[in-house]
């Protein structure tokens, strides 16, 4: 398992990680196996929200790990937890006032039986925030020791500058939807100054990979294995695409997961993959893409063959 450093931090952590929004449903034993199998894989680094869990109520997914892990104070050290807030179910909306962000924070500490988080992320862009808000949270939840670095997720640079207007910490993390056929956010940058064929997501014409490269933002890819029509390996709907997978799978001896997890891996941004299945040995198939060293023209026609123009 390739590690990496996340900026401004002290933490090294793999370039997969699991995420855990699926376990409430699950048994201890089912838990207990599904992270054992992350672990020996080389994943230590796991990720949450107060969201995740059954119906409107929240923190399930962090209590049902806390329940079926029981993890002493050795091994509790030995992880990088992660986890996010920001989105109130019951509506929807998004709320980045002080009182939401410190009262979710304290129930996922409660919930996840420990002391402290290593990560917490701002979930998706609240249009009603106020950074000086976000700011007093920030600082109170680190001067307590609660929370040792803060990031968001679903952030453009536009709306990551602002929260940087008030906030002092480092901002280490922006997590982002990737996979082969949601990759605008990569394809973007090859059709920079392309008659009638821009593809720009960024409206301030800056690159969001770019930002979080030159600012020291570890981005992480959630959803990698899926396309607006649902999981895209194995599936009809992208003939062309799994044709090339099975290929370069067969040349590494390893799944076409493992092909679309090292397409995410190869990029030089250190990009970290999160994982969202349940099944261990899907986490295991997927771990094995971690190192592959994919060449650039055969990163350059997945990009082609998953439906992006290279011009």
Same mark, same amino acid.
């Given at each position: 398992m390739r590690t990496q450093s996340i900026a401004h931090t002290d933490i090294t952590a793999p370039n997969v990680t699991l995420g855990l929004m699926r376990i409430p449903e699950k048994t201890d034993e089912e838990i207990r196996e599904l992270v054992s199998t992350a672990r020996r894989a080389g994943i230590d680094f796991f990720d949450h929200a107060d969201i995740y869990g059954p119906g409107l109520t929240t923190h399930g997914c962090e209590r049902r790990f806390a329940e079926a892990m029981q993890?002493?104070?050795?091994?509790?050290?030995?992880?990088?937890? /992660?986890?996010?807030?920001?989105? +109130?179910?019951?509506?929807?909306?998004?709320?980045?006032?002080?009182?939401?962000?410190?009262? %979710?924070?304290?129930? %996922?500490? &409660?919930?996840?039986?420990?002391?402290?988080?290593?990560?917490?992320?701002?979930?998706?862009?609240?249009?009603?925030?106020?950074?000086?808000? +976000?700011? &007093?949270?920030?600082?109170?939840?680190?001067?307590?020791?609660?929370? &040792?670095?803060?990031?968001? %997720?679903?952030?453009?640079?536009? /709306?990551?500058?602002?929260?940087?207007?008030?906030?002092?910490?480092?901002?280490?993390?922006?997590?982002?939807?990737?996979?082969?056929?949601?990759?605008?956010?990569?394809?973007?940058?090859?059709?920079?100054?392309?008659?009638?064929?821009?593809?720009? +997501?960024?409206?301030?014409?800056?690159?969001?990979?770019?930002?979080? &490269?030159?600012n020291g933002i570890t981005l992480q890819a959630w959803s990698p294995y899926q396309s607006p029509h649902g999981v895209f390996i194995g599936s009809p709907q992208y003939p062309e695409l799994n044709a090339v997978l099975d290929r370069l799978a067969q040349k590494y001896a390893v799944t076409p997961t493992a092909i679309a997890t090292a397409w995410i891996t190869r990029h030089p941004a250190g990009m970290q993959v999160v994982l969202g299945t349940t099944r261990p040995d899907r986490v295991a198939e997927a771990a094995t893409g971690s190192e592959i060293p994919l060449t650039r023209p055969e990163w350059y026609e997945l990009l082609r063959v998953a439906g992006h123009r290279v011009p």
């Open positions: 993890l002493s104070s050795a091994e509790r050290e030995e992880i990088t937890l /992660q986890t996010k807030t920001g989105i +109130v179910k019951d509506g929807p909306y998004y709320d980045f006032s002080y009182e939401h962000i410190v009262s %979710s924070a304290e129930e %996922s500490l &409660r919930s996840l039986q420990t002391d402290y988080l290593d990560i917490m992320l701002l979930h998706r862009p609240d249009i009603l925030v106020e950074p000086e808000e +976000v700011a &007093r949270a920030f600082d109170h939840l680190a001067s307590t020791g609660k929370v &040792r670095h803060f990031g968001v %997720s679903n952030h453009t640079p536009g /709306q990551i500058e602002l929260l940087r207007t008030a906030v002092s910490q480092p901002l280490v993390v922006n997590q982002v939807q990737l996979s082969l056929p949601h990759a605008a956010i990569l394809a973007e940058g090859i059709m920079a100054n392309t008659l009638g064929l821009s593809s720009v +997501v960024s409206p301030n014409g800056e690159g969001i990979v770019e930002y979080c &490269r030159i």
